[in-house]
């Protein structure tokens, strides 16, 4: 890709529109020039304004019932996937998804 450094060796992207077309073919492109390249799908977290309301009781006592263990993602929780998606110890992990939902996905 024009613009990027010739070495990539190291580097992670994040790309959103992961399970579309257009995501898709980022990632393979991407990786083709040494990125690793995850994607972290979040079903809702707190302060997560375009999905719910987590400041309102109503909503997020509704959310949070729909949700296995029982409320939503806090946000160092979601930094922590991220981290380790990012970090040394995934460093063969690649075109893959990471679901953080708190087994809401399982239903």
């Known amino acids: 890709m024009s613009g990027f450094q010739s070495s990539a ?3 992670v992207a994040v790309v959103t529109g992961g ?3 257009i995501g898709q073919a980022t990632t393979k492109r991407l990786v083709e020039d040494g990125f690793r390249v995850t994607v972290l799908n979040v079903a809702v977290s707190a302060g997560d ?9 109503e909503l997020r006592a509704q959310v949070e019932a729909t949700i296995p263990m029982g409320r ?3 946000p160092e929780e979601i930094a922590e996937a991220i981290a380790l ?3 040394d110890r995934l460093a063969y ?3 893959h998804a990471l679901v953080v939902a ?3 996905t399982a239903l």
Do not use: Y
């Not at 304004?49 to 009781?57: C, E, M, N, S, Y």
């Open 85 to 87: 998606l990012a970090g």
């Open 93 to 95: 992990l690649t075109g």
């Open 49 to 57: 304004v375009l999905a719910i309301r987590t400041d309102v009781p």
């Open 9 to 11: 060796a190291d580097r």
């Open 19 to 21: 399970a579309s077309g």
């Open 102 to 104: 708190g087994g809401w």
């Open 72 to 74: 939503v993602a806090r």
